[in-house]
């Protein structure tokens, strides 16, 4: 396995407006304040996008007279989905953990108070035994509508699972967030630090315990499939979650776990994937840490498979299995693609890393390219006229990374093409790790 195939490897993100220069501090602080116009909840008083207002301050009240305000909208749309929330605050933990140090000390507090804005939200999701809410609104009454969270009108419909039912992926993403932001905490709030681990270890037996899917119980899944459904098994996040416990604890117990389930869970499928759903890729860069730095050759089938990812991303390659646009986009379909690329992007980075600690490699000349923009705005089917207008939109999502264009590079800014059109939380997040890298290192890029 060649084991410098990363070195080879160039990514290009479409601009929308190309320079010869790319002011990647600007990126950056606007990657982040992104999050900022994605708030539910009760918006603090420096609160940046001044457009944004307060929203969803019933959630979870009227049916189980608990407290469910806070989190993030995950898209466009009205909705709190927990399952890539949680995905989006481990990737907004891990950029700071990898590359914290690398931000200005004004985005290092402006990232760490994105990722607390989402685990303060976590808390309440499992703040009651042998339960976790993992979701809050009606995505098909909230999808009918285009409107401002603000103005909401629809039904704050919330699901929750209880044991002995099933919600492994969304428990052990949420123990993977917490247990990461514990670690991005650590030195600035050592006593939230230690909360979030807590419950890291409290909600991953949860997880573990009660194995299955969250999708598969009846009550839940007429409200997550098709939007966020667990299509790539439960499995994956059991790891990850596990893995991630390991490194904020140093817990053995957690490290006998990654070892000794690693094939009944299936760490060896190998699937060149990284997203929401699929933590494959990820795990595998993640655990190598421990192979690469702490000579744990116990573990040394997650590094194989790192290596093996790496190499798949080598366009023409013959072990290529990752696809490229014309332009040299890596493309995967299904919407949303550039999800792909700043999740690949971050892992790329992160390896790189890990490998030049211990003089394995070096990191190389990448060029990439930051794509920004987005949009908002009114009240059910009265804001049907600003979704069907031709007209920029009213208020700019400043800092949006957009799903970006097809196989063919090519991009329409049509709102109604949701799957190039709508930005997401975790096409951002992943992207802030990697904006930091080279905000602090622009002779690589």
């Known amino acids: 396995m060649n084991l410098h ?42 609160q940046r996008m001044e457009w944004r207002a307060d929203s969803g301050l019933n959630d979870g009240r009227s049916t189980y007279d608990t407290d469910l305000t806070g989190g993030y909208y995950d898209a466009g749309d009205n909705v709190k989905f927990g399952f890539p929330m949680a995905f989006t605050t481990t990737m907004l933990a891990w950029s700071v953990i990898e590359f914290g140090e690398l931000m200005p000390p004004n985005e290092l507090r402006n990232a760490l108070v994105a990722i607390r804005w989402a685990t303060d939200y976590m808390l309440k999701t499992i703040s009651q035994p042998n339960r976790i809410f993992v979701q809050v609104g009606d995505p098909y009454m909230d999808h009918n509508c285009w409107e401002r969270p603000e103005d909401m009108d629809t039904e704050r419909t919330v699901y929750a699972v209880d044991a002995p039912n099933p919600a492994s992926e969304v ?24 909360t979030l681990l807590r419950n890291s270890d409290r909600i991953f037996q949860f997880a573990d315990n009660f194995r299955g899917a969250y999708s598969d119980n009846d009550h839940i899944r007429d409200g997550v499939c098709p939007f966020y459904c667990d299509f790539s098994g439960y499995q994956d996040e059991l790891l990850w979650g596990a893995a991630w416990l390991r490194r904020a604890s140093q817990d053995n117990s957690y490290l006998n776990y990654i070892e000794n389930n690693g094939k009944t869970l299936g760490a060896d499928d190998n699937i060149n994937e990284f997203g929401w759903d699929n933590k494959h890729a990820g795990l595998n860069v993640l655990v190598s840490k421990e192979v690469i730095e702490g000579n744990m050759y116990n573990l040394q089938s997650y590094k194989f498979s790192a290596d093996s990812f790496m190499c798949t991303l080598i366009p023409d390659s013959s072990s290529s299995h990752i696809d490229y646009t014309p332009g040299g ?19 790329l980075l992160v390896y790189a890393n890990y490998l030049h600690r211990t003089s394995q490699t070096t990191i190389t000349q990448w060029d990439y390219h930051t794509w920004l ?21 009213p208020n ?17 800014d049509d709102r109604a093409d949701f799957k190039k059109s709508e930005p997401t939380t975790y096409i951002n997040a992943p992207f802030v790790g990697v904006l930091a890298f080279f ?7």
């Open 5 to 46: 195939c990363l070195l080879l490897i160039s990514l290009v993100f479409p601009p929308l407006v190309h320079s010869g220069q790319h002011d990647y501090s600007d990126a950056l602080s606007k990657s982040i304040l992104f999050f900022e116009g994605q708030r539910a909840g009760v918006l603090p008083k420096d």
């Open 171 to 194: 428990a052990a993403e949420t123990a993977a967030a917490l247990a990461a932001s514990s670690m991005a905490f650590r030195s600035v709030d050592p006593g939230y630090a230690e």
């Open 329 to 347: 986009l890596i493309y995967k379909p299904g919407g949303s693609n550039l999800q792909h690329a700043t999740t690949i992007s971050f892992l």
């Open 373 to 393: 923009g987005m949009a908002t705005v009114t009240r059910c089917k009265e804001g049907s006229i600003y979704f069907n207008s031709s007209n920029p939109n």
């Open 396 to 412: 700019v999502l400043v800092g949006a990374i957009v799903g970006g264009p097809g196989e063919d590079d090519v991009y329409g």
């Open 439 to 445: 905000a602090a290192n622009p002779n690589l890029s």
